[in-house]
């Protein structure tokens, strides 16, 4: 008798240690999402090997389009977790550093043509020069929020309010298009591979940070920070350098996803590019469990939820939701999955179960 | 003069006041700040900067935003944030729209309509943000999503309101006695304000007073300065966020129709940043994110130099869409230095 007791008792312990676990909240998101759309498209799903215009063989369908979609936000996801697990805030002028980093690498591949014939410079050059100069602006960013101390928030919406001017003046304010179709593969398609190009760029960012996450003391060393830069200034780190580093890896993950953008199109709207990404790229972090005050931080989870808003998207897209519309959805989507996910709200919930259950106890006691 | 004896104020002889004093400190700099770059504005270019008007120009256009950034203060003093102020502006100045227009509403029925947004607001993410204890940002993160697809479900497209007596109130001036100037016919024009700028005086006014001499206004800087010492005197720290937050939205809704007000129309791409104009107003004021410092005026004097300095770049002939926005961000960069700079300096000492 006793054991039967036992082991439901357990079964439930571990049901919610697993509840509990912070890659809970995107999979079960997750998870929510890819059921509900089955029930409503079976074929929602399927993939399809097609040829496109220029006569590569590629993969279509949703889940391809969810997936190749949310390349950039996944990477900038990346540099977001850290830069909010170091510095207790958020970045939020990805979105005009993506458009100076689309802007750069344009600048280099044109010239002063707005249309050029031929490439002026190679594309690897243009990628290297981009990358430098976000991790510049990256650099800058983390100047004023490590060595000045002023709120992360605050710092970074200096380049908010002036990155996509900057952007426009950095191209005369012209808009310079390539035809070359080289350039346009880190965007679309490289020939003979029928994966998108962006999903094999993502892959490889995660592989990149989930080994220096494993082989160096950068994870170790963020964590402490967040959670407390005067004691682990006392245990020998330099906490003002670690933020510092955490804007600037942000600012590699942006050129990246700056460069992918600019490829997509082959030219770049300074106005339009990357339009609220900022927000969308605080959310994955969110949506991942992340305290945004700092500490703690799971990076698969940061990226899980960047796939949880473009699955989001995509499924309303599904649902001939008007683009315009799209953020009211989302923002109901979003509340309902924060509050569930809140520990205050959970321990109303558990009280709430108990309740009875007591009562119920006092009543079998007497 | 002033500063140092705010100094000494702050640290010698009430040293367990010295939230306050920082707050007195940035203040004083916001001030000389402004007065410094209107005044070299009136003498160097001269002409339209001498005019009383071209000053009631900028409150004119900045009612609003005058208005939003003081809820915004509010939430800051107490260590949160609200980004969804600028697409509230939208939303409450579409459904104003609306309902003017299509609805064959009155202007009672508008500003009902406004406030209602504004309460409703303000109680969900109030409640959301203080008592399941969810990250503002996050929360007003959302809300600001929200707003921005409502707006364009209550209607896509941008129209400008036919309702008669909503004109006649939008082209209601107030002149001001004694400021008015003579123009090129030699016509005497008096200056005027509109209707928004005297709502906005008033509620800086009230909010000031608030602030500093009522019992909440005090919690207000209590909880943003610690909570858990807050928590200790006996204040009820989520009490007080909440009211913070639901003051906020109100004040955004009320921002919002003096917004509709002045520009008269419905549109989704209305007050687009404007949450972002209101936190560097706020921060230009001497309102620190980090919570307990702050003052109402200074926010006012934020939105002021905003002003001014686009009005400096426009009239110096330079591109203005492109140009303003870089120097709002250099003019944003240097204050913060200023205020990171003396405060490390301070404390230093």
Known sequence: MKAGRLEPREKQSKLRSLFRRQIFIPIAALLVLVIFNLITNPSFFAVKLDYNSAGNPVFTGNLV??????????????????????????DISVGAAIAIAGSVTLRVLCGDNARPETLQAPIIVAFLVCCVASMLFGAFNGTLVAYFKIQPMVAT?????????????????????????????????????????PILIAIACMIVIALVLKFTTLGLYTQAVGINPNSSRLNGINPAFIKFI??????????????????????????????????????????????LSGGKFNMAASILGAYVIQF??????????????????????????????????????????????????????? | MARSNSTVKGERLKPQRTGLSDTNLLLIITLA????????????????????????????????LIILSCGMSIVMITGGIDISVGTMTALVCMTCAVNLDYQSGTIASAIGLALMIGVLYGLVQGYIIAYL?????????????????????????????????????????????????????????????????????????????????????????AVGGNQQSANMLGINVKRTKFLAHFLCSVLASIGGFVYFLHVGSGS??????????????????????????????GTFFGVMSLSTIKNIVSSLGLDEAWWSNITVAAMICLFLVIQSVVLLRKNKK
């Not at chain 1, 950039?72 to 697990?85: K, N, P, Q, S």
């Not at chain 1, 012209?174 to 003979?192: D, K, R």
């Not at chain 2, 791409?269 to 620190?288: K, P």
Request: proline fraction near 4%.
């Open chain 2, 133 to 221: 204890e969810i990250q503002p940002f996050i929360v007003t993160l959302a809300g600001m999503f929200f707003a921005k697809g409502m707006t364009t479900i209550v209607n896509a497209d941008q129209f400008n309101v036919a309702n008669e007596s909503f004109q006649a109130l939008k082209l209601t001036r107030i002149n001001v006695p004694g400021m008015g100037s003579v123009n090129k016919l030699g016509n005497y024009v008096p200056a005027y304000v509109e209707i928004g700028v005297i709502v906005a005086v008033v509620i800086v006014v009230l909010l000031f007073v608030l602030l500093r001499w009522s019992k909440l206004g005090r919690n207000f800087y």
């Open chain 2, 268 to 297: 989704p791409s209305h007050a687009s940043g404007y949450e972002m104009n209101a936190i560097a107003s706020s921060i230009i004021g001497g309102t620190m994110l980090t919570g307990g410092v702050g003052n109402i005026l």
């Open chain 1, 246 to 291: 955490t804007y600037v890896i942000l600012g590699l993950c942006v050129a990246v996803a700056g460069f992918i953008k600019v490829s997509r199109f082959s030219t770049i709207n300074y106005s339009v590019v990357a339009k609220d990404i900022e927000m969308d790229a605080i959310l994955a972090v969110a949506l991942g469990g992340n305290a």
């Open chain 2, 33 to 64: 700040v402004f007065l410094v770059m209107y005044v070299a504005a009136v003498v160097f270019l001269g002409s339209g900067f001498r005019k009383p008007q071209t000053f009631f120009n900028m409150l004119n256009e900045n009612a609003a």
């Open chain 1, 312 to 366: 989001l998207t995509t499924t309303l897209y599904a649902f001939n939701v008007d683009s315009s519309a799209l953020p009211a959805y989302k923002a109901v989507v979003v509340i309902i999955l924060v509050v569930l996910s809140a520990p205050t709200f959970q321990q109303k919930l558990t009280r709430l179960k108990k309740k009875p259950k007591m009562a119920a106890a006092a009543k079998e006691g007497n």
């Open chain 1, 157 to 197: 919406l200096i380049l908010y309010t002036a990155g996509r001017s900057i952007a426009a003046w950095i191209n005369n304010n012209t808009l310079p298009n390539i035809s070359e179709p080289s350039f346009g593969y880190a965007g679309n398609f490289i020939p003979g591979i029928p994966v998108p190009t």
């Open chain 1, 65 to 90: 389009t969810i997936l190749d979609n949310a390349s950039e936000l996944a990477i900038l996801a990346i540099g977001m977790t850290l830069v909010t697990a170091a510095s207790g805030g958020q």
